[in-house]
């Protein structure tokens, strides 16, 4: 399948190009020019800093939101869930570590995260978060339709439809769903991750301290990083 039509298939697979009026021939090029230097960017991930764990924020009664500003007093593990720090999975992340610095680079954004679907350790669906940049965030997002009456991340883990926010006020204020991990967020995007087979594998999710930033360039670049993920996710058993 070539580039733009795979570009295509997945604006039509996530609901983007219900959303937006700007997909057009430009957008394709932009996105085509994302996604080859991206692929250049991670041919050698042999330079990168995997991180197995990292902080994350204490969590409120039951489970249901974070403290913001308050960090647990153990920092989550990759290893447990990912089922050992293997060679393999070491590659996975390093390859996914790649795509995160070079989202980093290029978007200028104030927060980035990928996150895997898979069963955790007491074998519930949950999205993992594998690789981020910005803020202490959550690292396990349940992926079922109770907790996504509150978090766009698991809508989306669920229905594989995108949810491009950019002003979080007003869209609160119409009684959409937010999971409020940092309060000084004004933008948000969280888009899906397919397989080839179209399986909905994970999301990723993009935020900034600035409103209105999901622009055409910027979705360019975001659907280029999600159509370069799939096939670098650790291996499910």
Known sequence: MSIPTQINHYLQLSGLKE??????QAFTEKTTAYY??????????????VQWQYSVPELGEGGACSLFGVLDSEPYDLT????????????????LTKITEF??????????????ARANLKQELVLVKLSYFGAASRAEFPLNTEFAKI?????????????????????LQQ?????????????????????????????IDAEDLKQQV???????LLVAVCLS??????AIA
Do not use: M
């Not at 698991?154 to 229905?159: A, P």
């Open 214 to 220: 999901f622009t055409a360039e910027a979705l360019a």
């Open 36 to 49: 080859q230097a991206l692929q250049q960017h991670i041919v050698d991930s042999s330079n990168a800093k």
């Open 229 to 234: 993920i799939p096939e670098c996710l650790p």
């Open 103 to 116: 989202y980093q680079q290029q978007s200028g954004l104030a927060w980035f995260g990928i996150y895997q």
């Open 151 to 171: 978090s766009n991340n698991s809508t989306v883990g669920l229905t594989g439809q995108a949810r491009v926010i950019n002003d979080v006020a007003a869209y």
């Open 80 to 95: 447990a869930i990912l089922g050992g720090q293997t060679r393999a999975n070491h590659q996975a992340l390093a390859r």
């Open 19 to 24: 959303q937006f009026s700007f997909f057009d």
């Open 175 to 203: 009684g959409g769903e937010y999971y409020t991990c940092d309060p000084k967020v004004k933008a948000e995007a969280c888009l899906p991750l397919f397989a080839q087979s179209g399986k909905i594998v994970g999301i």
